[in-house]
């Protein structure tokens, strides 16, 4: 064999070998760009889920914060509704007790009950009964012929300019009030009323 074709048989091999490193490599490389490539893929998949839990979790958040807006602005509105009632409703009840201290059969039984009350938790000295302008002095009559006999003595009437409806009873320091103001006078506890009548 002559010099010229071994040195063509060992360009071959030579060339071969060359050849078979790079498909090799070019084997390695393929399959270290494809797990770049899912590694990449993993990668994007996972920020994508991150991503979108923290959309959704924004959702949650802004939908119970609309939540709870509406909620409380619905209690604001229910709250000045009621209290928009209560204050018509104590006008109401301002009006209708002014009326029925007008009306002498519910005089009457307004003074009854003052008159039961005073005998429950007043001494039984000579009282004094602060009633309205007006009040007719047969009834002041016929309630003082009653009391006389009870307290030893018949009451003392007086007239007062700011007394609209009802009595106020005093004996000594102690004292009943029975008038319109008096009555109204624990606005909290009417108001409390009310608001359980309008959740009924």
């Known amino acids: 064999m002559s010099t010229s074709v071994a040195l063509v048989e060992m360009l071959k091999l030579v060339e071969e070998h060359e050849l078979g490193r790079c498909r090799e490599a070019l084997t390695r490389a393929h399959a270290q760009a494809q797990v770049m490539r899912r590694e990449a893929q993993r990668v994007a998949r996972a920020r994508m889920h991150a991503h979108i839990q923290a959309l959704k979790q924004e959702r949650r958040r802004a939908l119970a914060l609309a939540s709870a807006e509406l909620d409380t602005a619905q209690r604001q509105h229910r709250n000045r509704c009621d209290y928009a009632l209560i204050e018509t409703g104590l006008k109401q009840l301002d009006a209708a007790l002014a009326n029925r201290w007008q009306d002498a059969a519910a005089r009457h039984q307004w003074v009854e009950r003052v008159v039961r009350n005073a005998r429950a938790r007043l001494p039984r000295e000579r009282w004094e009964i602060s009633h309205p302008p007006g009040w007719p ?44 103001d008096g009555l109204l006078a624990d606005r909290a506890a009417i108001e409390a009323l009310m608001l359980a009548e309008l959740a009924e």
Do not use: H, K, Y
């Open 137 to 180: 002095e047969s009834e002041q009559r016929e309630l003082a012929a009653r009391l006389a006999p009870e307290l030893g003595a018949a009451p003392v009437f007086r007239a007062e300019i700011g007394i609209r409806a009802g009595l106020c009873v005093r004996a000594g320091t102690a004292r009943l009030d029975g008038t319109l």
